[in-house]
């Protein structure tokens, strides 16, 4: 059972929504879905073996990977803005096929088409065919994708930076295998039961990529697994990369240079023998902590482990029904044992959400996100007289909210300070039963007050009347869905 915060899986959004996600998320790993409920009306979220949040300790170690967990919103990144649907003369065909055997269709499966603003999804039919009309010709800028879940797993095929010409284009895929070894490390977060693994096949510039998410035995330190391996003809591939992501901010990438010969419905057998994919290598992005505050808050990211001249795009978007998506460059790597970038979380990142933060291998599969949460504390006056009222509002992240979808109340802690160098910044200890501060007597936080939300995640505390400039930060729990922390500081001058 994966304990942490939350592993989510998204339902309850209709089929059409999904493969438009396959768009926004291309550059993301697939959110893990083992099974699609579909509804048309509400969009709902399902956990999966959570410990409770409420009382976890912050991460202290060096290395901290977070739980795996997707994104729970519907929309994801919007690296690309949809638009209507462009008119052209091309049409694209695409054949489903299982390993299995040529004639053995996946029905049901959904598809989608974008190249520059032609954008669709469809469903195979049960021949495992799906036909998009009116298609512009692409130059390196077109993209196919089909995802489709057994029963314990969920796979998804992507073709990327694809040309065809005006009249369009004809594919037919069909998968091999690859036998693969995943180890796992002796430090403590070892533990994943489940294992989401990319293999990309590279043809020029165009990237053929197959994930797969599945559970793995738990009480196994190498395992061999078999994994989809997709291209859409036969042929004699000369770069292969292969990557595992244990957790969402932790995860491992394998090239292969040389001939591969790739033959439909039969297994891929890259020089240089088994692809072992070992945790001990893996790389990784941590905020060293549970990030959270407002928006505009400064971030430091820490990138581990990453082999020099490796190239990452650094991005964010809010994992909320208006994504925010922003990238904040491309980040070389030197080989360093860590290397960090600082961020500001963007200032229109809507409160009450996560923010997740991300690192994209360009030119391999690797993608590895971590997360910070976005909250709020506002005084009602900034300035006021001794003896005078004010009060806190703000929002914070609560479980089951999703835009106007309501979510679990919880109660919130205020504290206080009169000292300014304790107040311009949060508070250094937190979680647990028992509250640890820096410093002592006056140059400290002490409780003011405990506050109970709405179930949108607003809080509101009236009638507070300092007697000298004070400083406010907010405490809020965790829950199935958020860990538990801090807002930013708030400060409010009191005048004689």
């Given at each position: 059972?994966?304990?942490?915060?939350?592993?989510?899986?998204?339902?309850?959004?209709?089929?059409?929504?999904?493969?438009?996600?396959?768009?926004?998320?291309?550059?993301?790993?697939?959110?893990?879905?083992?099974?699609?409920?579909?509804?048309?009306?509400?969009?709902?979220?399902?956990?999966?073996?959570?410990?409770?949040?409420?009382?976890?300790?912050?991460?202290?170690?060096?290395?901290?990977?977070?739980?795996?967990?997707?994104?729970?919103?519907?929309?994801?990144?919007?690296?690309?803005?949809?638009?209507?649907?462009?008119?052209?003369?091309?049409?694209?065909?695409?054949?489903?096929?299982?390993?299995?055997?040529?004639?053995?269709?996946?029905?049901?499966?959904?598809?989608?088409?974008?190249?520059?603003?032609?954008?669709?999804?469809?469903?195979?039919?049960?021949?495992?065919?799906?036909?998009?009309?009116?298609?512009?010709?692409?130059?390196?800028?077109?993209?196919?994708?089909?995802?489709?879940?057994?029963?314990?797993?969920?796979?998804?095929?992507?073709?990327?930076?694809?040309?065809?010409?005006?009249?369009?284009?004809?594919?037919?895929?069909?998968?091999?295998?690859?036998?693969?070894?995943?180890?796992?490390?002796?430090?403590?977060?070892?533990?994943?039961?489940?294992?989401?693994?990319?293999?990309?096949?590279?043809?020029?510039?165009?990237?053929?990529?197959?994930?797969?998410?599945?559970?793995?035995?738990?009480?196994?330190?190498?395992?061999?697994?078999?994994?989809?391996?997709?291209?859409?003809?036969?042929?004699?591939?000369?770069?292969?990369?292969?990557?595992?992501?244990?957790?969402?901010?932790?995860?491992?990438?394998?090239?292969?240079?040389?001939?591969?010969?790739?033959?439909?419905?039969?297994?891929?057998?890259?020089?240089?023998?088994?692809?072992?994919?070992?945790?001990?290598?893996?790389?990784?992005?941590?905020?060293?902590?549970?990030?959270s505050g407002k928006p505009g808050s400064k971030q430091t990211m820490a990138l581990e482990k990453y082999p020099a001249g490796w190239v990452n795009e650094i991005y964010g978007f809010a994992d909320a029904p208006k994504s925010i998506y922003k990238s904040f460059g491309m980040m070389t790597m030197n080989g360093a044992a860590?290397?960090?970038?600082?961020?500001?979380?963007?200032?229109?990142?809507?409160?009450?959400?996560?923010?997740?933060?991300?690192?994209?291998?360009?030119?391999?599969?690797?993608?590895?996100?971590?997360?910070?949460?976005?909250?709020?504390?506002?005084?009602?006056?900034?300035?006021?007289?001794?003896?005078?009222?004010?009060?806190?509002?703000?929002?914070?992240?609560?479980?089951?909210?999703?835009?106007?979808?309501?979510?679990?109340?919880?109660?919130?802690?205020?504290?206080?300070?009169?000292?300014?160098?304790?107040?311009?910044?949060?508070?250094?200890?937190?979680?647990?039963?028992?509250?640890?501060?820096?410093?002592?007597?006056?140059?400290?936080?002490?409780?003011?007050?405990?506050?109970?939300?709405?179930?949108?995640?607003?809080?509101?505390?009236?009638?507070?009347?300092?007697?000298?400039?004070?400083?406010?930060?907010?405490?809020?729990?965790?829950?199935?869905?958020?860990?538990?922390?801090?807002?930013?500081?708030?400060?409010?001058?009191?005048?004689?």
């Amino acid at each position: 059972m994966i304990t942490g915060p939350f592993f989510l899986y998204i339902i309850g959004f209709t089929r059409f929504n999904h493969t438009i996600c396959s768009l926004f998320h291309r550059r993301i790993w697939r959110i893990p879905m083992k099974r699609l409920v579909l509804a048309a009306t509400l969009c709902a979220v399902v956990l999966l073996g959570l410990a409770t949040a409420a009382s976890a300790e912050p991460f202290k170690a060096k290395h901290s990977p977070l739980p795996k967990r997707a994104p729970h919103t519907t929309q994801g990144p919007l690296r690309h803005t949809p638009q209507a649907k462009q008119a052209g003369t091309g049409t694209i065909n695409l054949t489903l096929l299982k390993f299995l055997s040529s004639s053995d269709a996946v029905g049901n499966a959904d598809i989608f088409c974008s190249v520059a603003d032609y954008w669709y999804g469809d469903v195979t039919n049960d021949a495992g065919k799906v036909t998009f009309t009116g298609v512009p010709a692409a130059d390196g800028d077109g993209y196919l994708s089909a995802d489709f879940s057994g029963l314990n797993y969920s796979t998804s095929y992507e073709l990327l930076n694809l040309t065809w010409p005006a009249a369009g284009k004809a594919y037919t895929l069909r998968p091999t295998h690859l036998q693969i070894n995943l180890e796992r490390s002796n430090e403590p977060w070892n533990t994943w039961e489940d294992v989401t693994i990319a293999c990309s096949i590279y043809n020029g510039g165009e990237e053929y990529k197959a994930t797969t998410n599945e559970p793995v035995p738990s009480s196994m330190s190498i395992i061999p697994t078999i994994i989809d391996a997709i291209a859409p003809t036969d042929g004699t591939y000369s770069n292969i990369k292969v990557a595992a992501k244990f957790w969402n901010n932790q995860g491992v990438e394998v090239s292969r240079s040389g001939n591969t010969i790739y033959v439909a419905g039969s297994t891929l057998s890259p020089p240089g023998g088994a692809i072992t994919l070992d945790q001990s290598n893996a790389q990784m992005i941590m905020s060293g902590g549970w990030g959270s505050g407002k928006p505009g808050s400064k971030q430091t990211m820490a990138l581990e482990k990453y082999p020099a001249g490796w190239v990452n795009e650094i991005y964010g978007f809010a994992d909320a029904p208006k994504s925010i998506y922003k990238s904040f460059g491309m980040m070389t790597m030197n080989g360093a044992a860590r290397q960090t970038k600082k961020i500001t979380i963007p200032k229109n990142a809507p409160a009450g959400y996560g923010y997740v933060i991300g690192a994209e291998h360009i030119g391999g599969p690797l993608d590895l996100y971590d997360w910070f949460q976005v909250c709020t504390l506002k005084p009602s006056k900034a300035n006021v007289r001794k003896g005078s009222s004010i009060k806190l509002s703000g929002i914070v992240p609560i479980q089951g909210h999703l835009g106007s979808v309501k979510g679990k109340a919880k109660s919130v802690t205020i504290y206080q300070t009169t000292s300014a160098k304790v107040g311009k910044s949060q508070p250094k200890y937190m979680g647990g039963a028992k509250y640890k501060w820096a410093g002592k007597g006056k140059n400290t936080w002490k409780k003011v007050a405990t506050v109970r939300t709405n179930r949108l995640g607003k809080y509101v505390k009236k009638s507070l009347k300092p007697n000298k400039t004070t400083w406010y930060c907010v405490w809020y729990p965790g829950d199935n869905w958020y860990y538990p922390s801090w807002t930013s500081p708030a400060k409010v001058t009191v005048r004689r």
